[in-house]
């Protein structure tokens, strides 16, 4: 049973960084995608970023390109989103999600097919 664990949301400012963690288990994590995603309310919910089982392919939300940074550590089962320059826009619960395939998809949630219970982001101005 695949599992994925969000952690490292809070309350910032705006203009500050965070980094959320994504611990996940139950399957093989180095062979399969991952993603970001977040649902601000009243809203659905939208990819951030994801990359795929080589680090070299990685996909980002045009509000987010150049300010966060989607990595992942498969020694430690761990997807992490570096997010920096905080703006109040960005408040939103955080999914991770993990796909069933080594590439992401062109879907609007990129095939995704796990998803973790969310973390949460809240940035004042």
């Known amino acids: 049973q695949v599992q994925l664990v969000e952690s490292g949301g809070g309350l910032v400012q705006a203009g500050d960084s965070l980094r959320l963690s994504c611990a996940a288990s139950g399957r093989t994590f180095s062979s399969y995608a991952m993603g970001w995603f977040r649902q601000a309310p009243g809203k659905e919910r939208e990819l951030v970023a994801a990359v795929a089982w080589s680090i070299g392919s990685t996909r980002y939300a045009d509000s987010v390109k150049g300010r966060f940074t989607i990595s992942r550590d498969n020694a430690k089962n761990t997807v992490y989103l570096q997010m920096s320059s905080l703006k109040p826009e960005d408040t939103a619960v955080y999914y991770c999600?993990?796909?069933?395939?080594?590439?992401?998809?062109?879907?609007?949630?990129?095939?995704?097919?796990?998803w973790g219970k969310g973390t949460l982001v809240t940035v004042s101005s």
């Open positions: 999600a993990m796909s069933k395939n080594r590439y992401y998809t062109d879907s609007p949630l990129l095939g995704m097919d796990y």
